[in-house]
C-alpha cells in the first residue's frame, strides 16, 4: 500500500525532509510490520513511528473502524514528554484532515477528564506505563481496547533497564490477546543489547519475519569540550573543583541563546542555581531552575518558558534528560561525571535538537581525576561504545500486583492469563509450580499468611474466575499500582499554604526548627513538621544546609571504566595529543613518583602506614557498587589468612581496607585473593545480603500489594513501611524462605546492587593481569580522594575542607 501522497506534501509545505528512515517506517508500517526505530534524540522519530497509522487511516477514508474507539496507545516513560507528543500528533492531524481526538492520561491528568476519558477513550491516547496499568483495572477494559491497532514503547532504552518494562511486557501480552490487530513499535536510541532490547519488548515472538530493526543513518555530531581549571591539584578530592569552576561556565551561558546545566544530584543543582545568581546577578529572571521535587506547575512553566525562548539557562537534574523538545537549547553543561557513555550522549542531544544539528556540550571536572574520564568519554562516543541496559527477569512483585489488577477489574482465568504471561521474556521461565504458588498467594495469602483475612485478596468463583470482590481491597490496590519506589518524600510548603515542591524524608528528619536549607533556588527556615509536609517561611541568611538526594550514587558503567583504564595508560606518554591528558601530567607524574602508573595489564595496590593504622588500596576502576562489594570479598577473604577487622572506604577509581593492625598482602596475593571460585558463596559470607536484601524488601514489599502505602494526604511514614515489611522479612526467613518475593530480594542485591556478574567479570581479568604492591610513604594522587571520602561520613563540609587543607600540607 502507497505512502499517501498528503503526506508527502505537508512536509513539503513545511519545507521538511523526508529522511529515509520515516519513509521506511512509514512503508514497513503499511506492510504490516512492528518495528524498532533506532534513532538519536531530534532526529524526527516521533513522525516515524506516528505517521504509520495515520497513512493507513488516508488509505482507507471509508473504512468505519478507524473512527470508532481507541486506535493507538503511545507509552512514555516521563510525563513532559506526553505534552510534546500530544502536540505534535494534534498538529498532524489537524493538518491531514483526519478527524481524530488526542488525549493524555497521566498522574497529571483532571479526574474530570480520566473520567470522562473512561467513557470514551481517544483515538490517539498518549500515556505511562502505570496509568495503562490503571486502565486495566477499569471495568470492561477488554472492551474499551478491543479496537486498538498500534501500542508505541517511545524511549524503550529508559524503560528497558527497569521494573516499568516488566509491567509493560505483562500489559502487553493482555493486549495481544484482546485486541488481535494490535502491532507493537518500539522508539529507542542505541543501547549495547540492541537484540536483548527487541526480545524484551516483544517476548517469544521476537523473531517472528514481521519484525525488523529501522536504523537512522543519521550521524548526531556532538563537540565535547572540557572546561579545564587553571592549575591541577595534584591531590584530587570529590567536590574540590566543581563550584570552582563557576567563573569559567558564566561565559559559556553568556555567549548561547539557551543552557542546559545538568549536575547529577537535586543538592547539586541548588548550590549551582544559588551560586549563579550570586556570581552574575543579571541572571535573575532568565536563569532557573527544573528537578524532580520541584512542584509540576513550576516544572511546567520552566519547560514553557524555554520552548518561548525566555530563559538563559536552566539548571537541571535527569528531571530534563529524555525527550522533551527544546530548540532554542544550544548549549549543554555537565558538572560532574555522568557515570555513563549512553547518559552522556543522551544529555548532549538536548542541545541541537533538530536533524543535522550540531550538540555542543561542556564538561564541568568535579575534581582533578573526572579530567581523565572526561578523555575516556570523548573516546567512547568516538568508537560508538554504549552500555547495556540490565532488563528484570522474574520480578513476582510486579507479577503479583499484575494479577490483582485483572482481578479487580472483570477478574481472570488461570490458564488463559498463564499462556499470556509465559510468552514474555521475563517470565518465560515460570514453572506450573511458581504459578500456582502465586495464585495461592493472591487468594490465600500463601503458606505463611493464611490466617489474616486482609492477605486474601482475590475470590474464585463457581466457574473458576479469579475476581476481587471487595471495594476497599479494589479502592487499595489501584491507588498502590506502579514499580517506582523511591525515598519517602515530604512536602514543603509555606506557612501561608503555598506548595513549593518535596524533599526526602530522611533529610528533613535530621533538621530541627529554625533551621535553614535551600530549596527551589530560595533560602527557607523551617518552622514545624506536621505530619507528612515541612511547613517554611523564606529567610535571609546565606547559609543554609543542601537538601541530599539519591541521585549521587550512580556508579560508573563498566563500558566508561574500561576506556578510563586505557586512557590513564595512554596518559603515561608526554607530551600528549589530548588536552585533558596533558592537564592532568603533573598528577600522573606524582602518582609515577610516590607510587605507580598502571597499565591495562596490571593491578595496582597500595599499602602504607599512618597515625590512622594500616591502608590497603585497590584500584579496580569499576564503579562504587562493583568496589562495595568486592571490598567486603577481599577483607573476608584477608580474614581468613589472618583474624582481622577493616574499615572499607571507597569511590568509583577503587577502594581502602584500613586496619588497626598489619595486613597481610603478599601472602594474600599468593592465596589468589582475587579468584573468582566461589564468589558467590564469598559474597553471602561477607556482605550482609541478609540486610541488603531486608532493605531491598520493603520495596517487593510495597510492589506486590503486602504493604499498603496509605491513602493520598495520609501516606505511611517509611518506618512504618520498613518495620512493616521486615516482619514479613523475618516471618518468610523463619518459615518460607522458599517464598517467591523473599528470594527475589536476594536475587535483586546481587545483580542489581552488588552487580554480581560485572564483579565476576572485573575478578576474572584481575586474576590475568600483573598485581604490582607497591609500599608508598604518603598518600597517592589516586589514594587521597578514597581517603577524604572516608572523613566526609564523619564531618561536616566546612570541618572536612579545612581537614583536607592541613591534610595536603602534611602531605605534599
Known amino acids: 500500500m502507497p505512502i499517501p501522497r498528503k503526506i508527502y506534501d505537508w512536509f513539503e509545505s513545511r519545507n521538511w525532509e523526508i529522511f529515509p528512515f520515516q519513509k521506511r517506517s512509514w512503508e514497513a508500517y503499511l506492510e504490516g510490520k512492528e518495528c524498532m526505530v533506532n534513532a538519536p534524540t531530534g532526529s524526527g522519530k516521533t513522525y516515524a513511528a506516528g505517521l504509520g497509522i495515520l497513512a493507513e487511516y488516508l488509505n482507507h477514508p471509508k473504512d468505519k473502524s478507524f473512527e470508532e474507539g481507541i486506535q493507538c496507545i503511545w507509552i512514555t516513560p516521563i510525563r513532559a514528554l506526553a505534552k510534546e507528543i500530544e502536540s505534535a500528533m494534534t498538529e498532524a492531524c489537524e493538518e491531514l484532515n483526519i478527524p481524530w481526538k488526542i488525549g493524555r492520561r497521566t498522574g497529571d491528568t483532571s479526574n474530570k477528564e480520566r473520567a470522562e476519558q473512561l467513557k470514551q477513550l481517544p483515538h490517539i491516547l498518549i500515556t505511562t506505563p502505570e496509568s495503562l496499568q490503571l486502565l486495566l483495572a477499569s471495568k470492561s477494559y477488554a472492551k474499551r481496547f478491543r479496537s486498538l491497532r498500534l501500542l508505541v514503547n517511545d524511549e524503550w532504552h529508559e524503560v528497558l533497564g527497569s521494573k516499568r518494562a516488566v509491567q509493560m511486557e505483562l500489559a502487553q501480552s493482555r493486549l495481544k490477546t484482546i485486541s488481535p490487530k494490535m502491532r507493537i513499535w518500539g522508539i529507542s536510541a542505541t543501547v549495547g543489547n540492541m537484540e536483548e532490547a527487541m526480545e524484551v519488548m516483544w517476548g517469544e515472538d521476537h523473531k517472528s519475519p514481521n519484525k525488523e530493526i529501522i536504523k537512522a543513518q543519521i550521524e548526531k555530531r556532538i563537540v565535547l569540550k572540557t572546561i579545564l581549571p587553571e592549575t591541577v591539584d595534584e591531590l584530587p578530592w570529590a567536590g574540590h573543583l566543581g563550584i570552582s569552576m563557576l567563573e569559567k561556565v558564566i561565559p559559556v551561558?553568556?555567549?548561547?541563546?539557551?543552557?542546559?546545566?545538568?549536575?547529577?544530584?537535586?543538592?547539586?543543582?541548588?548550590?549551582?542555581?544559588?551560586?549563579?545568581?550570586?556570581?552574575?546577578?543579571?541572571?535573575?529572571?532568565?536563569?532557573?531552575?527544573?528537578?524532580?521535587?520541584?512542584?509540576?506547575?513550576?516544572?511546567?512553566?520552566?519547560?514553557?518558558?524555554?520552548?518561548?525562548?525566555?530563559?538563559?539557562?536552566?539548571?537541571?537534574?535527569?528531571?530534563?534528560?529524555?525527550?522533551?523538545?527544546?530548540?532554542?537549547?544550544?548549549?549543554?553543561?555537565?558538572?560532574?561525571?555522568?557515570?555513563?557513555?549512553a547518559r552522556f550522549m543522551q544529555r548532549a542531544g538536548r542541545s541541537g535538537h533538530q536533524p543535522g544539528a550540531i550538540s555542543n556540550i561542556y564538561f564541568v571536572p568535579t575534581h582533578s581525576l573526572e579530567i581523565i574520564e572526561s578523555a575516556a568519554l570523548g573516546e567512547a562516543m568516538k568508537e560508538g561504545v554504549l552500555e547495556r541496559r540490565i532488563p528484570y527477569f522474574r520480578s513476582f512483585d510486579v507479577l503479583i500486583q499484575y494479577l490483582v489488577t485483572l482481578a479487580v477489574s472483570d477478574g481472570f482465568y488461570p490458564k488463559e492469563i498463564f499462556k499470556e504471561v509465559k510468552s514474555t521474556f521475563s517470565f518465560s521461565s515460570i514453572s506450573e509450580e511458581e504459578w500456582q504458588w502465586l495464585l495461592d498467594f493472591i487468594v490465600k495469602g500463601g503458606q505463611s499468611l493464611g490466617n489474616y483475612d486482609e492477605f486474601k485478596k482475590v475470590e474464585i468463583d463457581e466457574s473458576g474466575l479469579y475476581k476481587v470482590n471487595s471495594r476497599k481491597i479494589a479502592m487499595r490496590h489501584r491507588l498502590s499500582i506502579g514499580t517506582i519506589v523511591g525515598e519517602s518524600i515530604m512536602k514543603v510548603k509555606?506557612?501561608?499554604?503555598?506548595?513549593?515542591?518535596?524533599?526526602?524524608?530522611?533529610?528533613?528528619?535530621?533538621?530541627?526548627?529554625?533551621?535553614?536549607?535551600?530549596?527551589?533556588?530560595?533560602?527557607?527556615?523551617?518552622?514545624?513538621?506536621?505530619?507528612?509536609?515541612?511547613?517554611?517561611?523564606?529567610?535571609?541568611?546565606?547559609?543554609?544546609?543542601?537538601?541530599?538526594?539519591?541521585?549521587?550514587?550512580?556508579?560508573?558503567?563498566?563500558?566508561?571504566?574500561?576506556?578510563?583504564?586505557?586512557?590513564?595508560?595512554?596518559?603515561?606518554?608526554?607530551?600528549n595529543n589530548s588536552e585533558e591528558l596533558s592537564k592532568i601530567e603533573p598528577l600522573i607524574a606524582l602518582q609515577a613518583e610516590r607510587s605507580f602508573v598502571p597499565t591495562e595489564d596490571e593491578f595496582l595496590i597500595e599499602y602504607f602506614e599512618s597515625k590512622d593504622g594500616y591502608h590497603a588500596y585497590f584500584y579496580p576502576f569499576e564503579g562504587r557498587f562493583v568496589h562495595e562489594g568486592m571490598a567486603s570479598v577481599i577483607a573476608y577473604r584477608i580474614g581468613l589468612i589472618k583474624p582481622i577487622s577493616f574499615s572499607i572506604a571507597l569511590n568509583d577509581y577503587g577502594f581502602e581496607l584500613l586496619s588497626d593492625q598489619p595486613i597481610p598482602l603478599e601472602e594474600a596475593i599468593d592465596n589468589k585473593i582475587f579468584t573468582s571460585d566461589h564468589l558467590f558463596d564469598d559474597i553471602q559470607s561477607s556482605v550482609n545480603s541478609t540486610e541488603m536484601a531486608r532493605r531491598k524488601f520493603r520495596d517487593i514489599a510495597s510492589i506486590s500489594g503486602l504493604v499498603f502505602k496509605g491513602y493520598p494526604g495520609n501516606f505511611k511514614k517509611d518506618k512504618h513501611l520498613q518495620s512493616s515489611s521486615q516482619l514479613f522479612f523475618e516471618v518468610f526467613k523463619d518459615y518460607e524462605n522458599d517464598n517467591l518475593l523473599f528470594r527475589q530480594a536476594f536475587e535483586e542485591v546481587m545483580e542489581f546492587q552488588l552487580e554480581e556478574t560485572r564483579m565476576r567479570d572485573a575478578m576474572k581479568r584481575i586474576e590475568k593481569q600483573k598485581i604490582v604492591l607497591q609500599r608508598i610513604a604518603k598518600p597517592s594522587p589516586f589514594s587521597f580522594p578514597i581517603m577524604v571520602d572516608r572523613l566526609r561520613e564523619k564531618m561536616s563540609t566546612e570541618k572536612l575542607e579545612d581537614r583536607v587543607k592541613r591534610m595536603k600540607l602534611k602531605f605534599e
Not at 543579571?282 to 518558558?305: K, N, P, Q
Not at 524533599?503 to 507528612?532: A, C, H, T
Not at 517561611?537 to 563500558?559: E, F, I
Open 494 to 575: 509555606f506557612l501561608s499554604g503555598k506548595f513549593l515542591g518535596t524533599v526526602e524524608e530522611y533529610f528533613i528528619s535530621r533538621l530541627v526548627p529554625g533551621d535553614v536549607f535551600w530549596f527551589s533556588g530560595r533560602n527557607l527556615e523551617l518552622v514545624q513538621i506536621k505530619g507528612m509536609e515541612a511547613l517554611v517561611r523564606k529567610s535571609n541568611k546565606k547559609n543554609g544546609k543542601v537538601p541530599a538526594w539519591g541521585g549521587g550514587r550512580m556508579p560508573l558503567s563498566s563500558q566508561l571504566s574500561a576506556m578510563l583504564r586505557v586512557k590513564i595508560r595512554e596518559s603515561l606518554k608526554q607530551p
Open 253 to 341: 551561558i553568556k555567549k548561547s541563546k539557551t543552557t542546559l546545566i545538568f549536575t547529577n544530584t537535586r543538592s547539586q543543582a541548588e548550590i549551582w542555581y544559588q551560586r549563579l545568581l550570586e556570581a552574575e546577578p543579571g541572571l535573575s529572571g532568565v536563569l532557573a531552575m527544573h528537578h524532580g521535587s520541584i512542584s509540576r506547575e513550576l516544572r511546567d512553566w520552566v519547560e514553557e518558558a524555554l520552548h518561548a525562548e525566555k530563559l538563559k539557562a536552566v539548571v537541571c537534574t535527569s528531571s530534563l534528560d529524555l525527550g522533551v523538545d527544546f530548540r532554542p537549547v544550544e548549549t549543554i553543561v555537565q558538572i560532574g561525571s555522568p557515570k555513563g557513555v
